[in-house]
């Protein structure tokens, strides 16, 4: 199969009527960039920066952050990189930043939060991607985004280091494209003002579904207790992906239920059309893709998307093995 996934690389996940679905890639470490190339990732949709500072026993310095950011857009070549700035705290904790015992953590200081009291540690990592962006293009996103007001005081903290690259001389980005993460619920209510603010939302499901059910992400006992595809998750991210189509902003979804091939049916049913999932992911969410009618998948979809069972994945499932999906 993993032969065939190859075969497939170079072709465009197209559906039979046409619809053109644009795949990215999930990376974190410098490990991961090859895959760009080896799956024919379309660019990195969502590259995790904070994995760098979490295997690092020290807070990594500029020119360090930079040679990374660097080797990030090298790997990518003509394509983009979205770099999401740092989402530490919750789940995940660097050495060198001591934290509260917190009763909460996924809800706690983490994150933007983190970023907004300590902005220079924000400053200095946008100055590093600057510096690696110098001539190219530069896309970056801020996580865990609850306000617009909050977005607004990055793309403030944005505009001070590129003011500072002319007064240093340096040269800037090509073109800088600024993003924004939807992860948590109250940003939903306010996508009209937020889309006036940003070239490209990204939807972070697997933190927005932990607080859309209100339940933890990481417990075993409660990996089961609700479905991705339960009709109220189907409904709530059509309305965030209808309201991206009618402000004229690119909606990615880059959690990992993307990358699971039902998932995605379910997902560009809805209306997206651009994915970031893992890069083993890139391969059967393709081939799920080129072998769907969208149009008979989402007269299927708007007809059980009012059910009120817990989910429907059985339905759907079905639908795929009658379609020969
Ligand atoms: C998400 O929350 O869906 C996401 C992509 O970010 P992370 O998994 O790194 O929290
Ligand atoms: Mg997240």
């Known amino acids: 199969l993993a032969a065939q996934y190859a075969a497939e690389r170079d072709e465009p996940a197209i559906t039979r009527d046409g619809t053109r679905i644009a795949l990215f890639m999930n990376a974190g470490l410098l490990v991961d960039l090859p895959n760009v190339d080896r799956m024919g990732a379309e660019g ?46 919750g789940d995940k904790s660097v050495p060198f930043l001591p934290r509260d015992n917190e009763e909460n953590p996924a809800m706690g200081w983490r994150a ?39 977005l607004r005081r990055c793309k403030k903290i944005l505009q001070k280091e590129v003011d ?53 992400r990481s417990n075993p006992r409660l990996a089961d207790r609700y479905d991705l595809l339960a009709p109220s998750v189907l409904a709530f991210l059509r309305s965030i992906i209808l309201a ?18 039902l998932e995605a049916m379910a997902l560009i049913a809805l209306g997206l059309t651009r994915l970031s999932v893992s890069p083993a ?10 072998s769907v009618d969208l149009a008979q998948l989402q007269r299927f979809l708007n007809a059980n998307i009012t059910s009120a069972d817990h989910s429907i ?5 079905h639908f795929a093995r009658d379609h020969h999906i």
């Open 164 to 216: 500072r690259l002319a007064r240093y001389g340096r040269t800037a980005p090509k073109e800088i494209k600024i993003g924004c993460m939807l992860e948590v619920p109250a940003l939903s209510w306010q996508l009209p003002a937020l889309f006036k603010e940003i070239d490209f939302l990204s939807v972070g499901t697997n933190d927005l579904m932990q607080f859309f059910f209100a339940c933890d």
């Open 244 to 261: 991206g189509a009618k402000a004229g902003v690119p909606v990615t979804l880059c959690g990992e239920m993307g990358g699971r091939p």
């Open 313 to 317: 994945r059985d339905s759907l499932l």
């Open 281 to 290: 992911a890139i391969g059967p969410v393709k081939r799920m893709v080129r």
């Open 112 to 150: 933007i939060r983190i970023a907004l009291d300590r902005p220079a540690l924000l400053r200095y990592q946008l100055r590093a991607l600057l510096y690696a962006a110098a001539g190219r293009s530069l896309h970056v996103m801020f996580p865990m985004i609850a306000e617009v007001a909050e």
């Open 44 to 89: 990195i949709g969502l590259f995790r920066t904070e994995f760098q500072f979490m295997v690092s026993p020290a807070l990594p310095k500029v020119e360090e952050q930079t040679k990374i950011y660097n080797a990030a857009l090298d790997a990518a070549g003509d394509r983009p990189v979205v770099f999401r700035t740092l989402d530490i705290g």
